[in-house]
Every structure is written in structure tokens, then in C-alpha cells.
């Protein structure tokens, strides 16, 4: 098959690891990908190296001075959609909202649900659930939301992990990173995916309160960050918190990729407290690497990681959580592991093959 894959960025966020992983292993399994996507502020490839099996096709997308984020989405939708305008393939596979808007009757993955506040952006989320010929959920819970609230059956379809790479950074290979980062960051909690309202960093900000009356040795690190929305608020309010309580966060912002797998497999427990989430592949790639998982108690992680994390809902009970997660040592989570490493992208992508080929 003949097969395109849509996403909206070059960075590192979960969709797009998603999208290039998925595409490397469905190259891997002998079809014809290409992975399109905007070249945003004049980016000229992803964040990381791609297989070259893999075709990559970047539309230019310059900056605009003063463009507010609904503005830019808008604009995003119409300069993808034009760009691919008179492209013919099997299948259109669009791996978020903006690049489902820009190629109406695509398949699509509905990774989470978004609430969006203006009309504009509100009308470009109902049209990316409503007028895709197929929608793929990551998981059972999210696949639910949709029934529910669009009448939609989704198939489900969940994440894979690069287990292997997140395993062997907390190995004999791995030592030396790993060792980097604990020269330069001390002991520390690790919280993957920025300053932002949907990855509970405020809770956090409290829990962290709380751990280090106990445990003062034990710093708060948060890494990645890259997104489309303004979030200046949100992070000042939690800037403000954190001083209060005198918590004062290492924000690393995107860490290089080469680097992320010894960061994740050095921090004693990893933070995970999202308000909402689709499958949860940062904390998975924890598992990976042996490091406890502490996260919300959502359906949808309870159902992604079962016995295999541990669930808290309020910023005291996450707090306690990291602490005993702490306490009870980093490396030796057997059902952790075991758990990732049953999540490949092989299998994520055989049945994305098998889902292609019943829509004729």
C-alpha cells in the first residue's frame, strides 16, 4: 500500500513520536510510507533521525509576528490541505486534529480529546471527528468518549514503545549517561511534557511540596514543552507556586533525543499526574527503563497500566505516592517492563495494515 501519514509538527510530542515510529515499522513490514508534516519557523526535519525507508515531505510554514495560536492553526490547516491537495495514495492517515482538518475524509487517530474555548477552533475539532471515513483510537477509554459523544465507533489501536532503547539506557550501556545526568541534576522526579494545564503541573508542584519535607534531596525536573498553545499563564502560576513553597523545578525544556532515554532511566520515580491523556507513552517509556510510575487515577491509565503504576488523585496522595516510590528504589520493576515490552510497534502497526486493508 501506498500510505501517507499526517502530523502537524516536527517536535517531539507524543503524536509525533507516534506518527515517525509508527511509519518506520509499517515501512519495516514492506509498504510505502510517507510522513508529511509542516516545517514550522523553518524547521527542515524532525527531532530526530528517520528511517530512510521512510519518505519525508515538509511544508514550509514561515512565523508570522503577532499570529495568535487560533490564527496559526487555521492557517496551519489551510497550508497542509493546499500542499497535499494533488496527492493521490491508498490511504490518508491524519494523526491529529489540525492535519485531519486539512484532509477531509482521511483516517484518523484521535490520540485525546481537546476542549477548545473559541468558536473557530471548536468547529475544526467537531469536523476532525465527525468527517474522517475512519477514526483509531489509542485506547479503550478514549475510544468511549468518542461513542459517547459522537455516536462514532473507533478502532482501538495501542501505542507501541521502543522498549528496547528505554531498557538498554538502564543498562551497563547507558551507565555513563546516566551518571551524566545525576552529576548534573542530583536525585531527582522526572515529569515529561512541559508546563502545562493538561499535565497537572500545578498538582505536581504541590505534591512536590510535601516530598521534600521528607526527602529535601530529591529535585523536581521537567522536561519537553514544545507546543502550538500559549501557556504563559499557566506557567507563571506555577512559577509562582513553586516559590511559594520554595520547590524550585529544573525545567529543561526538549531534551535532545539521544539524551531523553538516560534522563528517563536515571530519575528515582517518574511523575506522570496528567489531567488528561490517550494512552500515556512517556510513563510507558518509564516502565521501560525500570523506574516507578507514579499518575492520575484516570480510566484510561488505569486501563493502559493496571498493576503496573501507581494512582493518585489528589496533589497529597501523589506526593505520598512519589515518596514510597522513592523509598522503594528505581530499576527493579519487573511488571513494569514486562508491560512495555509487550507494547511493539510491529504489532501497532499489523493491525493499522489490517484496519487499511478492511477499508478497501
Given at each position: 500500500?501506498?500510505?501517507?501519514?499526517?502530523?502537524?509538527s516536527?517536535?517531539?510530542?507524543?503524536?509525533v513520536?507516534?506518527?515517525?515510529?509508527?511509519?518506520?515499522?509499517?515501512?519495516?513490514?514492506?509498504e510505502?510510507?510517507?510522513?508529511?508534516?509542516?516545517?514550522?519557523?523553518?524547521?527542515?526535519?524532525?527531532?530526530?533521525?528517520?528511517?530512510?525507508?521512510?519518505?519525508?515531505?515538509?511544508v514550509?510554514?514561515?512565523?508570522?509576528?503577532?499570529?495568535?495560536?487560533?490564527?496559526?492553526?487555521?492557517?496551519?490547516?489551510?497550508?497542509?490541505?493546499?500542499?497535499?491537495?494533488?496527492?493521490?495514495?491508498?490511504v490518508?492517515h491524519?494523526?491529529?486534529?489540525?492535519?485531519?482538518?486539512?484532509?477531509?475524509?482521511?483516517?484518523?487517530?484521535?490520540?485525546h480529546?481537546d476542549?477548545?474555548?473559541?468558536p473557530?477552533l471548536?468547529?475544526?475539532?467537531?469536523r476532525?471527528?465527525?468527517?474522517?471515513?475512519?477514526?483509531?483510537?489509542?485506547?479503550?477509554?478514549?475510544?468511549?468518549?468518542?461513542?459517547?459523544?459522537?455516536?462514532?465507533?473507533?478502532?482501538?489501536?495501542?501505542?507501541?514503545?521502543?522498549?528496547?532503547?528505554?531498557?538498554?539506557?538502564?543498562?551497563p550501556?547507558g551507565?555513563?549517561?546516566?551518571r551524566?545526568?545525576?552529576?548534573?541534576?542530583?536525585?531527582?522526579?522526572?515529569?515529561?511534557?512541559?508546563?502545562?494545564?493538561?499535565?497537572?503541573?500545578?498538582?505536581?508542584?504541590?505534591?512536590?511540596?510535601?516530598?521534600?519535607?521528607?526527602r529535601?534531596?530529591?529535585s523536581?525536573?521537567?522536561?519537553g514543552?514544545?507546543?502550538?498553545?500559549?501557556?504563559?499563564?499557566?506557567?507563571?502560576?506555577?512559577?509562582?507556586?513553586?516559590?511559594?513553597?520554595?520547590?524550585?523545578?529544573?525545567?529543561l525544556?526538549?531534551?535532545?533525543d539521544a539524551?531523553?532515554p538516560?534522563?528517563?532511566?536515571?530519575?528515582d520515580?517518574?511523575?506522570?499526574?496528567?489531567?488528561?491523556e490517550?494512552?500515556?507513552?512517556?510513563?510507558m517509556?518509564?516502565?521501560?527503563?525500570?523506574?516507578?510510575?507514579?499518575?492520575?487515577?484516570?480510566?484510561?491509565?488505569?486501563?493502559?497500566?493496571?498493576g503496573?503504576a501507581?494512582?493518585?488523585?489528589?496533589a497529597?496522595?501523589?506526593?505520598?505516592?512519589?515518596?514510597?516510590?522513592?523509598?522503594?528504589?528505581?530499576?527493579?520493576?519487573?511488571?513494569?517492563?514486562?508491560?512495555?515490552?509487550?507494547?511493539t510497534?510491529?504489532?501497532?502497526?499489523?493491525?493499522?495494515r489490517?484496519l487499511?486493508?478492511s477499508?478497501?
Open positions: 500500500m501506498k500510505i501517507a501519514l499526517l502530523t502537524y516536527t517536535k517531539p510530542r507524543g503524536g513520536v507516534h506518527t515517525l515510529a509508527l511509519a518506520e515499522a509499517l515501512a519495516r513490514a514492506g510505502e510510507v510517507t510522513v508529511w508534516s509542516l516545517g514550522r519557523g523553518g524547521d527542515a526535519a524532525f527531532f530526530r533521525p528517520v528511517d530512510p525507508a521512510v519518505t519525508l515531505r515538509l514550509p510554514f514561515p512565523d508570522l509576528a503577532g499570529e495568535d495560536v487560533g490564527a496559526r492553526i487555521l492557517r496551519s490547516i489551510a497550508v497542509l490541505g493546499d500542499a497535499f491537495r494533488d496527492e493521490s495514495y491508498d490518508v491524519a494523526q491529529d486534529c489540525i492535519s485531519a482538518n486539512a484532509v477531509p475524509g482521511c483516517v484518523r487517530t484521535v490520540h480529546l476542549t477548545f474555548t473559541t473557530a471548536a468547529a475544526c475539532h467537531e476532525a471527528i465527525v468527517q474522517p471515513q475512519a477514526l483509531v483510537c489509542v485506547s479503550a477509554a478514549v475510544a468511549a468518549e468518542v461513542a459517547a459523544g459522537w455516536g462514532r465507533t473507533a478502532a482501538v489501536i495501542p501505542n507501541g514503545v521502543d522498549a528496547a532503547r528505554f531498557a538498554a539506557a538502564a543498562g550501556a551507565e555513563a549517561g546516566r551524566a545526568w545525576r552529576e548534573r541534576l542530583g536525585s531527582y522526579v522526572l515529569a515529561v511534557g512541559g508546563i502545562e494545564p493538561r499535565k497537572g503541573t500545578l498538582d505536581l508542584v504541590e505534591a512536590m511540596a510535601l516530598v521534600r519535607t521528607e529535601p534531596d530529591l523536581l525536573v521537567i522536561a514543552g514544545e507546543t502550538l498553545f500559549d501557556y504563559r499563564d499557566y506557567r507563571a502560576a506555577v512559577e509562582a507556586r513553586a516559590a511559594e513553597l520554595t520547590v524550585d523545578p529544573v525545567v525544556g526538549p531534551v535532545p539524551e531523553l538516560t534522563l528517563v532511566a536515571a530519575a520515580v517518574f511523575a506522570f499526574p496528567s489531567t488528561k490517550g494512552f500515556g507513552l512517556a510513563a517509556e518509564a516502565l521501560a527503563a525500570g523506574v516507578p510510575v507514579v499518575t492520575r487515577d484516570l480510566p484510561v491509565l488505569r486501563e493502559v497500566f493496571g503496573a501507581t494512582f493518585a488523585t489528589t497529597g496522595e501523589l506526593g505520598r505516592a512519589l515518596l514510597d516510590a522513592t523509598n522503594a528504589g528505581a530499576g527493579s520493576d519487573i511488571k513494569g517492563r514486562e508491560l512495555a515490552a509487550r507494547h510497534w510491529e504489532a501497532s502497526a499489523a493491525a493499522h489490517r487499511y486493508e477499508l478497501g
